[in-house]
């Protein structure tokens, strides 16, 4: 099974300050999608950002951009000006041939 | 009305029940999903509907049996399921038909308990 793998079960960042989630993943197809989904304590997953591997350039939005380092299979979160509502599990996720995959999980806690 | 809603909250049943859950969306969205997420773990994408025809079905036992009766409505039969299929139950819908590039808005999910 190609994988996903985020290597930090649990990270906490101080409000205001800057924090990374790792991902890596496993792949021998050249063509693929990678997304960050975040899930708060309601439950209702929301997608954070996007990025197409085909494209070199990293994803941004907003407080939220990614490190995309293809030959590496790495696809990291970088969230800037840490808010108390980044506060959730955020998901790493891969898609490609009908098949998404998604990575064990990040709880990212936000201290005031 | 841009949200998916899930129906019940919460469900309890037996390994001989038969159950439904239901996901509607009235944002005319094309796509829809089922996923299950069990407890401390990533969700894990069950179906997928494009048109209301089954397009993906990840290997997933008989006993989770999907409908979609319409654009706006999805539906997972359970029938003589398992402990272990006890889980939280995700539905999702995407406005158009691709995984890849269409962002999915998820419900907040059902818990299910099987005794």
């Known amino acids: 099974a190609q994988t996903v793998t985020q290597s930090q079960p649990e990270m906490s960042v101080q409000e205001a300050e800057t924090v990374t989630l790792s991902c890596t993943y496993d792949t021998s197809e050249s063509d693929y999608y990678l997304f960050w989904y975040k899930q708060p304590p309601s439950r209702q997953m929301i997608l954070v950002i996007r990025q197409e591997a085909y494209k070199q350039q990293n994803a941004t939005e907003n407080r939220f951009s990614v490190n995309f380092q293809k030959a590496a299979k790495s696809f990291s979160l970088k969230i800037s000006d840490s808010q108390l509502g980044d506060a959730a599990m955020y998901f790493c996720?891969?898609?490609?041939?009908?098949?998404?995959?998604f990575g064990a999980g990040t709880r990212l806690t936000v201290k005031p | 009305d841009t949200e998916v809603t899930q129906t019940p909250k919460h469900l309890v049943m037996g390994m001989t029940n038969k159950k439904s859950l239901k996901c509607e969306q009235h944002?005319?969205?094309?796509?829809m999903y089922w996923y299950k997420q069990k407890a401390k773990k990533p969700p894990e994408l069950m179906f997928v509907y494009s048109y209301e025809k089954l397009s993906i079905n990840e290997s997933v036992p008989s006993r989770f049996s999907p409908e979609c009766p319409n654009s706006s409505l999805l539906n997972l039969h359970l029938h003589a399921l398992q402990p272990e299929d006890s889980a939280l139950y995700l539905c999702a819908s995407s406005p158009g038909t691709s995984v890849s590039t269409d962002t999915q808005y998820f419900g907040p999910g059902t818990r299910l308990t099987v005794l």
């Open positions: 996720a891969k898609y490609n041939n009908n098949d998404m995959r």
């Open positions: 944002m005319g969205h094309r796509a």
